[in-house]
């Protein structure tokens, strides 16, 4: 296909996408990337992006087909360099120590691969790759180390004694997850809403979070409290919108199942 027969934004896509292959030395051929500029083509937001945005897409779409496909002869390569991620992100979460039930950080990393492997077809470049794996990740791990506790105190000899221990270990790891879910959520909220123009809904936002009441924040902002009330139904609307912060209560939900 001759560049003239590519729309403008195809174009300009193909640029990025031949330097961006230059760059990192893929090795794609021209036919396969224009193959992956009609795959990206296809999503609706992808010619409102900025270039940074956009090369980030392109390096994530290049990626993940990598990965979703055993066949690719860069396959094992770049799981093996993706996988130096997986512990730096446990720590980002606190998830990375050793704990009673899963004695070894290589199978932390292990049940963070097979996670990922699992919601790999789920993934439709809504966020960058590496927010929606940060979630995978954290979640996958929760859980495992939680079952994994759970089946070691089913093990134990039980005495009065050793149920209360129990039971206060369960709730302050439960509320230790908690606070990580939270921190999460915190960081996705504040990236969805500073994309607005609006730059008082992640000030809101964050001011809510911290108990502050309407009549106190208000004043705050030199707006009125019903001002303060609307906003914040926008920000409950804009959040509700987007597609990760659903994609991650419907996680939630599934693995309550």
């Known amino acids: 296909m001759n560049i003239?027969?590519?729309?403008?934004q195809q174009q300009h896509l193909l640029s990025l996408m031949a330097d961006l292959n230059k760059k990192h030395q893929w090795g794609l051929s021209r036919p396969l990337q224009e193959q992956y500029i009609n795959d990206l083509m296809q999503m609706d937001d992808v010619i409102k992006r900025e270039d940074q945005d956009l090369q980030g897409l392109i390096a994530d779409y290049h990626l993940v087909k990598v990965l979703r496909n055993d066949q690719d002869p860069n396959y094992e390569a770049a799981w093996e360099s993706w996988m130096r991620e997986v512990i730096p992100i446990l720590k980002h979460a606190s998830l990375w120590r050793i704990n009673d039930g899963i004695s070894d950080l290589d199978d932390i990393a292990q049940i963070a691969r097979e996670a990922v492997i699992r919601s790999l077809p789920k993934f439709q470049f809504k966020s960058r790759f590496s927010t929606w794996v940060f979630q995978v990740i954290t979640r996958s791990v929760r859980r495992a180390i939680r079952d994994a506790e759970a089946r070691k105190r089913a093990q134990r000899p039980e005495s009065l004694d050793a149920i209360q221990e129990c039971r206060l270990a369960g709730s302050s790891e439960q509320q230790l997850h908690n606070q990580v879910d939270l921190k999460l959520l915190h960081e996705m909220a504040l990236e969805i809403l500073s994309k607005h123009p609006d730059q008082r809904l992640p000030i809101i936002f964050t001011r809510?979070?911290?108990?502050?009441?309407?009549?106190?924040?208000?004043?705050?902002?030199?707006?009125?409290?019903?001002?303060?009330?609307?906003?914040?139904?926008?920000?409950?609307?804009?959040?509700?919108?987007?597609?990760?912060?659903?994609?991650?209560?419907?996680?939630?939900?599934?693995?309550?199942?």
């Open 208 to 257: 809510m979070l911290d108990d502050e009441t309407i009549t106190d924040l208000a004043p705050k902002l030199a707006i009125s409290s019903q001002r303060v009330r609307a906003l914040l139904k926008q920000i409950r609307k804009l959040l509700s919108e987007d597609p990760r912060w659903r994609e991650w209560f419907e996680s939630d939900e599934d693995s309550n199942e």
């Open 4 to 8: 003239s027969d590519f729309s403008p």
